[in-house]
């Protein structure tokens, strides 16, 4: 399996904006249908957003629709989220999740096979 880390979770003001990305260790993620999810504590896994591996298609949960953008980096190396007018109740560990095959249902975790470790971002009110 592919190892992923997180990186640019933090703390922020509801309002604000924050960056999160995704990259493997060793290898591109060129070939890979790349996803966001999250958890709040006592609540399930959420689907956040997804990219195709050719970029061309990018799916939104309905709760971020609108203010969070999913795009793939410079030398398709990494996965980006751009989290913007954030609220409190995107409070939560995010997680990024990569599969090496065309992903026909993009918010079930269950069809991605890499995952990272998580990224706390917290939003005060």
């Known amino acids: 399996q592919m190892e992923l880390a997180e990186s640019g979770g933090g703390s922020v003001q509801a309002g604000g904006s924050l960056t999160l990305s995704c990259g493997p260790s060793h290898e591109t993620l060129s070939r890979y249908s790349m996803a966001w999810f999250r958890q709040a504590p006592g609540k399930e896994r959420e689907f956040v957003a997804s990219?195709?591996?050719?970029?061309?298609?990018?799916t939104y949960g309905n709760a971020v629709k609108g203010r969070f953008t999913i795009s793939r980096g410079d030398a398709e190396n990494t996965a980006n989220l751009q989290l913007n007018r954030l609220k409190v109740e995107d409070t939560a560990v995010y997680y990024c999740?990569?599969?090496?095959?065309?992903?026909?249902?993009?918010?079930?975790?269950?069809?991605?096979?890499?995952w990272g470790q998580g990224t706390q971002v917290t939003v005060s009110s």
């Open positions: 999740a990569a599969a090496l095959s065309v992903v026909t249902v993009v918010d079930a975790p269950e069809n991605y096979d890499n």
């Open positions: 990219i195709s591996w050719t970029g061309n298609t990018k």
